[in-house]
């Protein structure tokens, strides 16, 4: 019974946002910036929903995503749903802008600013009126205390000049995730983890290169699987290429290596987080993979901070 009303209250929910979404967009157009990750698909889908043809889905890469992420959103979005899905590979602009930035603040600012440049771009093209965002109750929370800054908050509709609809923006990542189920979105979607606005980007500590993110997005990729393959359900888990190389062995000779460092959290709502009691075999199968598949890489650590006084994302 009671499953059947948090049912109801969802699609009363969903008929709501597709409702004013239509009423606002009326005869215009709308861009959303998908990502893959479970807000902006959620809002994609509500919107496409509403208003079909009309909105324009874009897709920027760059550089900074997950690996496969590019293939899996195309053929998700482009191939499955059939969103109108428009790809910008803006990988040089990104890495160009962000050279020598070291302070992570500094580069969510600059990686929010070339976005916005980026979308402006294709609003122009498209002549579009409307922007919707996949913002959450936890992206402006965090932004207005200053804890740190999303590039999806802020900045981004006054510099289009568009109007702006957030459906989600009263939500918690749990609650969306109950959305994008009942909106028939796949299980691959709906229980993603999280993923910061800037990607990779604010997962190599220090300054940014294509080198660094290549590493952590293989590491990145090897706690995803291992996590996986040992059926465990954080809210969370991801590499981060720590600013600091450390000596170690390699047969009978000294190397000199980047360290990863691992973070698997549990959380309700990303507001706060407990590091995660993960089984000791598996810490060790990340830990062997990482070394061993990375030839780059000599020392993983594995952080037991809870947030607070940590954040979940180490930048």
């Known amino acids: 019974m009671l499953k059947e009303k948090v049912m109801l209250m969802w699609e009363s929910f969903i008929e ?41 889905a874009v897709f920027v ?87 740190k800054s999303h590039h999806n908050v802020g900045g981004l509709p006054e510099r289009l000049n568009l109007k702006l609809i957030e459906p989600l923006r009263d939500l918690y990542k749990d609650e969306v995730r109950e959305v994008a189920k009942e909106l028939g979105l796949p299980e691959k979607i709906y ?25 952590v997005r293989e590491a990145n990729a090897i706690v995803e699987e291992e996590i996986e393959k040992a059926k465990l359900r954080p809210w969370q888990a991801f590499a981060v290429l720590l600013n600091v190389k450390t000596v170690g062995v390699q047969g009978d000779i000294r190397a000199y290596k980047e360290t990863i460092a691992v973070r698997i959290v549990e959380s309700l709502d990303g507001m706060t987080a407990n590091a995660m009691n993960v089984p000791w075999e598996v810490l060790q199968r990340i830990a062997f993979r990482i070394t061993s598949e990375i030839p780059q890489v000599g020392r993983v650590l594995y952080d037991i901070t809870n947030k607070p006084p940590a954040t979940i994302e180490f930048e």
């Open 16 to 56: 709501e946002k597709v409702r004013e979404i239509r009423e606002t967009v009326g005869g215009g157009k709308a861009i959303i910036a998908l990502s893959g990750g479970v807000d902006s698909s959620t809002a994609a889908i509500l919107a496409h929903k509403a208003i079909g043809d009309k909105l324009y």
């Open 61 to 147: 890469n760059t550089g900074f995503l997950r690996k496969g992420e590019p293939e899996f959103v195309i053929k998700t979005f482009r191939d499955e749903f059939g969103l109108n899905l428009i790809y910008i590979d803006a990988q040089d602009r990104f890495f160009e802008a962000l050279k020598g930035v070291t302070d992570p603040e500094q580069k969510r600012k600059i990686i929010g600013k070339v976005f916005i440049d980026v979308f402006e771009e294709v609003a122009k093209e498209i002549d579009a009126e409307f922007l919707i965002q996949g913002t959450i109750a936890p992206d402006w929370i965090e932004s207005q205390g200053k804890i």
């Open 191 to 215: 229980n993603r983890m999280p993923f910061p606005g800037p990607g990779l980007a604010v997962r190599v500590l220090g300054e940014v290169t294509p080198k660094k993110v290549a590493i």
